[in-house]
Each structure stands twice: as structure tokens, then as C-alpha cells.
């Protein structure tokens, strides 16, 4: 079967600033169906430039498209599109599947694919070949004679096993994600997620059992990025990436026994940084350049309520420890948690620069479809205008602060946290080296962030 398989185009604010990653999920999906021995074509739509055409769509003969909840109206009208032309469409991605009586109701899409579809989608395409009952495919949402219908979940995926993403599909060289100044390829190393945390979806569409490749797989994965596309760094997208400590040591000292020179990004925990430096030690001599902590407050309340466990010692510790050993830290920080006020986002910024780490990110606190802190606010949320879903903008009534004056107060933190010193205006502009900003994109930027 030809199957043709879109990712929806990006809000403009982040393709204005070149936040531009291969779609991991559909490069996985793409190599799963290929292994099947189907023809598969990729289309990513968040480049620039990049317009899906009619023949594209006519040549295929099923469409599937992956969507998260910013892009979600975009991924209906292509899938609209496909349809129009006969095509049958089948959607994926975390909010299809958390909101499916939206994505069902008008027809356009026939099937949505529940969490990971590597083993979903070829079993559905077998089916459909064979003129048999999707009913039959474990991991699918579906109307059957104007019902909603949901089939059992698939079992959880031996990640090992999967294939290597079909890197062939897409033109590599217009990303530009970069780690120390270096084009960057992304690399999964595992799934599911055992926290629990209110803002986050992950743990229940992957599941909550963490899954994790060995440190053969994940280095026989680096060695091709490295030896067959030239890549010198990697970004590990995992949430947990540093779940098992003793793994990341056996990749760290994997990366210097074949010689690698790379440097490279990683998701972690606050607490598994303090718990093991001899990890921390290893990661620095095998290029780590830069972690990700999501640090979100320095307020036992507000942690608890975001469903954190980490305290501000542990974070000072995690940030120390990482600077001691030359690693630079991306910290995470969310504004507007039910018990702020503006006096506490202050001190939230406070922190951020006390912290004084290499990245500080500023995200307002969304309710996304599929968490729990969805589940206690949906009676709040005054708009479902789905792009406005972003981290950047207050969909909820707030109980203390006003929506325009929080947007102001996330525009406030970004520009005192920057501006600080020299290093700091540097370190921005190392985020954002590699994209040509227009006068046209900064405006739309602006506009989205404002309105």
C-alpha cells in the first residue's frame, strides 16, 4: 500500500525562531510500515516553505496524519483535504486521541491510532488489504454506525526491537536544531513515564511503565548518525532519559571507547542529578553540553500542586553539580499555578536568575487534553482555540491574575532574565544563531504572543 504520512506546519512564534526537529514519531511509523513492505512518503509541513499538493495526496492510498494539540485545526484540514479526494484518513498523536469525538465528528478522519502505532498502523493496513474488520486491530478509535467505537489498547512496545527511524524520508540538512554550535539529530532512547506529573500527558500516552533501549541499541543508532550523516551532536528527546543511571554510564563510556567526538542535550530529573554525580562525571567526559531540568518553581506548594517532588535544595544542588562539571543547564519554569500571585512569579524569576543557568524557559501553565490538570480545570478554560495551547498563552480563568497581565508577566521574565549580563544576551543568541529572522516573522511573533 502507498501510504502517505504528514506532519501539520508549527505555530508561527516557534517556526520564527527555527525550533525545527525531524517528527520522531512519524520517521518511527515510517520505518515500522516500510519493514512490512509498504511505500511510504513523509511530508514535514513545519518547514519552511513546504505546501503538501494535490498529488501528493492523490497518490497515496491512506493518509496519516500526527498531531499534537497546537497544531490539531491545521491537521483537520489536511485531513480534509484528503478526504475530499476519496482518501481514508487515519490520525494520531496525543490529542486525537484524548478529545476523539472532535476529530470523529464531522468524518473526515476514519481512524485514530491510540499512543505508539509502529504496530497499530501495519496491522490496520494489513486489514484494510485484506477487506477485513478494523474492529479487529487492538489500538483504534473509530465510529461504527454513528457510535463511538474504541478497541482494546495495543500491548506496550519492545522499544529494542524497533526499527531505526527512516532518516532517508526527509531533507536532514534544513533543520536546525544545535547543540555547542553543532547541527544536532534527535535520538529516542526510551518510553513511558513512572511521574505523575498535573501538566503532562506523557505517562498516559505512553504509559507508565518506562521502557528503555540498551546502551547497544542506543549507541549502534549514534554510530549510523554519526559514520553515514556526519552528525558531531545528539539531542536525546526521552523524558527520562537519565532514569537508570547506570545506563547513561554505559552510553557515556560507549561514546568515548569508539572515539565519538559529540556534544549533546538531555532531558532529566532534579533529584537523579544529585543522587548520582558519578553519572554526572561520566556525561561531562563523554560531551554533555547541556541538560534540561524541569525546575517549574522554587515553592514546596506550587510543586506539589504541579505534582512535583523535587525541593529548591535539590534543584540548587542539580544546577551546582552540572556547572562544576562544565555542563551548562536548560531550566524550565511555569507561571500562573492556581496559587500565584504576580509577588510569587517574581520570586520565580528571582530564582531563575539566582540559578543563573545557561537557559531559562518561561511556559504558563496549560491544561492539555489527556492530564489530570485538564481533568480539574476544564470547567475554567474559556477558550478552545487549540493554537492558543502553546505554554504562551492563559486559556483558563485565573483566580488572582488577570490573563493580559500574566501574558505581560511571561514577556517581563524572559527579557529580565536575558538582559541581565553579557554572557546571558550571548547565550540567546546562541539558542537562536542559526535562523535569518525577517521583519514579517518577528511581527507575526509578536502578534501571536499579544493577542
Partial sequence: MRILLVNPPSLSIFSTFGFSQPPMGLLYLAASLEAAGHHVQLRDLSLDGEQLSRQELQWADLVGISSDTTRIIKAQAIAKRAAALGKPVVMGGPHPQFLPEDILADGTVSWIVKGEGEAVLPALVEVLQAGGDPGSVDGLIYRDQGRLRETPNPMPLDVDKLPFPAWHLLPLDRYQSSVAGRLAAPVVTSRGCPGACHFCSSSIFFGRSWR??????????????????????????????????????????????????????????????????????KMAAAGSAMVYLGIESGNRETLNSLGKQSSLEEIEQAVKLLKEHGIGVYGSYIIGSLDE???????????????????????????????????????????????????????????????????????????????????SIDGFQEVFSRRRLSLRSLVTCVWELLV
Fill in 341 to 423: 500571585k504576580p509577588s510569587d512569579i517574581e520570586r520565580n524569576l528571582q530564582l531563575a536568575i539566582s540559578l543563573d543557568t545557561e537557559v531559562a524557559q518561561f511556559s504558563i501553565l496549560t491544561p492539555y487534553p489527556g492530564t489530570a490538570l485538564y481533568q480539574q480545570l476544564k470547567e475554567r478554560i474559556f477558550t478552545r482555540k487549540w493554537k492558543f495551547f502553546d505554554g504562551l498563552h492563559l486559556v483558563f480563568r485565573h483566580p488572582t491574575i488577570n490573563r493580559h497581565h500574566l501574558q505581560l508577566l511571561l514577556i517581563s521574565s524572559f527579557i529580565r532574565f536575558y538582559r541581565r549580563s553579557r554572557r
Fill in 212 to 281: 528503555a533501549r540498551t546502551a547497544a541499541s542506543v549507541l549502534d543508532e549514534i554510530e549510523r548518525l554519526y559514520t553515514q550523516y556526519g552528525y558531531r551532536a545528539i539531542t536525546f528527546m526521552d523524558d527520562n532519559f537519565t532514569l537508570d543511571p547506570r545506563r547513561v554510564e554505559q552510553i557515556a563510556d560507549g561514546i568515548i571507547q569508539r572515539g565519538y567526538d559529540l556534544k549533546w542535550w538531555n532531558f532529566s530529573r532534579v533529584d537523579t542529578i544529585v543522587k548520582h554525580p558519578g553519572m554526572v562525571a
